[in-house]
């Protein structure tokens, strides 16, 4: 079974730039969440989508935006982008059931990391 | 709000020695889950378990074991006689309610087994 998939593992951006992050999760699995980790903040939760609409969004400004699109790959999206907004960033899939209360465990991607110049 | 807090930073060992992370969390929720991930240099985080908050029987599986105890608020992670490939940063993380796709992490602890 196929893992959850980032493109690109690797960027590198200016500041004022924006850029678009994509996120392939497990076959089956509905819901997808992101996550930014940086060495001062640590992991923090950016937001959640399940069946295309985003259920639950963490503390980040409006320049964080993401989207899921009909077959379940979920796209996050930066814009404006800031020296602080250099992190890894990590997105996970689960199947969790509509009611919003998981089965399992969440499966995390390698990461997208991102160094903003 | 939820909070986690690993308050070992580091932690050096020699193999074959165990190791013990320790974890408080503090939630309002009646109803929570708790989790120990690891993150090897990879990046990827890998599940390594999931706790419910009504469940404080404790579990051992293979060379890990867990210790959750609700009275205190602690979910410590046990991994006895340690390899080298545990080296790795082991992350406790705490669900917002039944929420368990939104989870808050604590900082850390960085793990090295030492030959």
């Known amino acids: 079974k196929a893992g959850v998939t980032q493109t690109p593992r690797y960027l590198i951006k200016t500041r004022g730039q924006q850029v678009t992050l994509s996120c392939s999760p497990i076959?089956?699995?509905?819901?997808v969440s992101w996550y930014q980790q940086t060495p001062g903040q640590g992991l923090q939760f950016l937001f959640e989508?399940?069946?295309?609409?985003?259920?639950n969004k963490g503390n980040f400004p409006g320049r964080f935006s993401g989207r899921q699109f009909s077959n379940s790959r979920s796209e996050m999206n930066v814009s404006t982008l800031e020296l602080g907004d250099s992190a890894l960033y990590l997105c996970?899939?689960?199947?969790?059931?509509?009611?919003?209360?998981?089965?399992?465990?969440?499966?995390f991607g390698e990461g997208s990391r991102l160094t903003v110049l | 709000a939820q909070k986690v807090t690993q308050a070992q930073t580091e932690i050096s060992v020699v193999e074959k020695e165990d190791v013990t992370l320790d974890c408080v969390y503090e939630t309002r929720d009646t109803t929570y889950y708790l989790f120990w991930y690891k993150q090897p240099p990879s990046g990827e985080l890998v599940f390594l378990i999931r706790r419910n908050s009504f469940d404080e029987q404790n579990e051992i599986s293979g060379r890990y074991s867990w210790n959750f105890q609700k009275s205190t608020s602690s979910f410590n992670f046990t991994i006895t006689a340690s390899q080298v490939v545990d080296s790795a940063v082991y992350f406790c993380a705490l669900s917002e309610g039944i929420r368990d796709y939104k989870l808050s992490f604590g900082a850390g602890t960085t793990v090295t087994v030492r030959a």
């Open positions: 989508y399940f069946s295309e609409t985003q259920r």
């Open positions: 996970a899939s689960s199947s969790s059931p509509k009611t919003g209360a998981n089965t399992g465990e969440l499966f």
């Open positions: 076959s089956g699995h509905r819901s």
